[in-house]
T-cell receptor
Framework: AQTVTQSQPEMSVQEAETVTLSCTYD???????LFWYKQPPSRQMILVIR??????QNATENRFSVNFQKAAKSFSLKISDSQLGDTAMYFC??????????FGAGTRLTVKP | DVKVTQSSRYLVKRTGEKVFLECVQD?????MFWYRQDPGLGLRLIYF???????EKGDIPEGYSVSREKKERFSLILESASTNQTSMYLC????????????FGEGSWLTVV
């Protein structure tokens, strides 16, 4: 089975600064999807950004961007101009072509005013 | 908007009871998932289903079973609840083939006493 590793249990950043959350994964497959999800205190999971493995271009969604390194099996999330509302748990996730989706343990991000 | 509804947000059950957690999605999605979320462990896949009456074991199926008699409904069953099954349970759904986006319910907090 695929595994997803988030090595940073907790991180903090000052408001308006940039922070990068790390994620690595292990798979023998060549085609798959990678995601970052945000889980605020309300517990509802929210999709932040998605990356298809066959695309070399890194995905970007407003202040959120990824650094996808396929050979290194690395998928980090960069949050620019951090806002207080970005405070949440962030989960990295992997989905293969069988729709089997696995998550990392999460990184708790706190944005400080 | 896609809606994934978990019928019970908070449950308290006794050891040995049979517990049913119900999940309904309204977007005609083929795939449905049950995850368990515990601090420091992230989301762990219990079971997923890619069609009516079809199911696949995830990482931690022991002590659980599932039922999918209708496309929109996916039930998680704890045959004989134990205290180590106290957790947050998240249901999710997605399209087949996966275009990548998975939609989550709000979660069910289960406490087994």
């Amino acid at each position: 089975a695929q595994t997803v590793t988030q090595s940073q249990p907790e991180m903090s950043v000052q408001e308006a600064e940039t922070v990068t959350l790390s994620c690595t994964y292990d798979t023998s497959e060549s085609n798959y999807y990678l995601f970052w999800y945000k889980q605020p205190p309300s517990r509802q999971m929210i999709l932040v950004i998605r990356q298809e493995a066959y695309k070399q271009q890194n995905a970007t969604e407003n202040r959120f961007s990824v650094n996808f390194q396929k050979a290194a099996k690395s998928f980090s999330l960069k949050i620019s101009d951090s806002q207080l509302g970005d405070t949440a748990m962030y989960f990295c996730a992997f989905m293969n072509n069988n729709n089997d989706m696995r998550f990392g343990a999460g990184t708790r991000l706190t944005v400080k005013p | 908007d896609v809606k994934v509804t978990q019928s019970s947000r908070y449950l308290v059950k006794r050891t040995g009871e049979k517990v049913f957690l119900e999940c309904v999605q309204d977007m005609d999605h083929e795939n449905m998932f049950w995850y368990r979320q515990d601090p420091g462990l992230g989301l762990r896949l219990i079971y997923f289903s890619y069609d009516v009456k079809m199911k696949e074991k995830g990482d931690i199926p022991e002590g659980y079973s599932v039922s999918r008699e209708k496309k929109e409904r996916f039930s998680l069953i704890l045959e004989s609840a134990s205290t180590n099954q106290t957790s947050m349970y998240l249901c999710a759904s997605s399209l087949w083939p996966a275009e990548g986006t998975i939609y989550f319910g709000e979660g069910s907090w289960l406490t087994v006493v």
